[in-house]
């Protein structure tokens, strides 16, 4: 890192703009989901009708990020999941549900009645085959021309990456899980 700050800007190809894009966080650490509620403030900050699709959240679980979307901000929510795969007691149910999600999901994007859809853990199921990687791919390249979309989750598939526009590894440091801390209420959900 220069200890002096740069006096020119950085060196790009000509600009241009662009009616929407694809956002990826992906990576082993945290702020995935996290950012890309930010995009959400802001999206809703510029009255863009905002969707967002939790693939592996459960409504039953109250988090903060989806009461103020929800019920301030006024962002169509749908956290359709069934929560940690190795809490379930039947996976087969957790993918029937993950493929409900992803009915909805892409419903939203083919609507046009969004200028933003968050698809918050999709690369879960898709990694676990539960959903189609080339339909999720070929809803994104299809979207209406002013549909953008972010997409959250781990070990994002080299096909997400590919049409993305903006991909970003969050890589873990140090994780407060790791010393057995729990999940903190207002920090982390």
């Known amino acids: 890192m220069s200890e002096t700050p740069p006096t020119q800007p950085p060196d790009v190809q ?6 929407s894009l694809v956002i990826v966080n992906t990576g082993d650490g945290k702020g995935k989901s ?5 995009v959400v403030i802001r999206s ?12 592996l959240k459960s ?10 979307c929800r019920e301030k901000l006024g962002v169509d929510w749908w956290a359709i999941g069934e929560g940690f795969s190795w809490e379930s007691e039947d996976l087969s149910e957790d993918e029937a549900v993950a493929q409900v999600a992803w009915a909805h999901a892409k419903n939203c994007i ?11 853990e999709v690369t879960y199921p898709a990694n676990w085959g539960w959903i ?9 390249i299809g979207r209406p021309e002013k549909t ?20 970003t590894e969050m890589h873990n440091v140090k994780h407060a ?7 903190k209420k207002g920090i982390d959900y």
Do not use: C, H
């Not at 899980?177 to 999940?183: F, L, S, T």
């Open 132 to 140: 189609s990687k080339e339909e999720l791919v070929s809803a994104v």
């Open 44 to 55: 809703v900050a510029r009255n863009w009708n905002v969707a967002v699709i939790q693939f």
């Open 34 to 38: 996290s950012s890309a509620f930010g």
């Open 110 to 120: 083919a609507s046009g009645e969004y200028q933003l859809v968050v698809l918050d």
């Open 59 to 68: 409504g039953n679980w109250n988090t903060g990020e989806e009461s103020v």
């Open 148 to 167: 953008n979309i972010v997409m959250t989750g781990r070990d994002a598939p080299p096909e997400f990456v590919e049409i993305a526009d903006t991909v």
């Open 177 to 183: 899980y790791e010393k057995g801390i729990v999940a």
């Open 14 to 19: 000509t600009q241009k703009r662009a009616a």
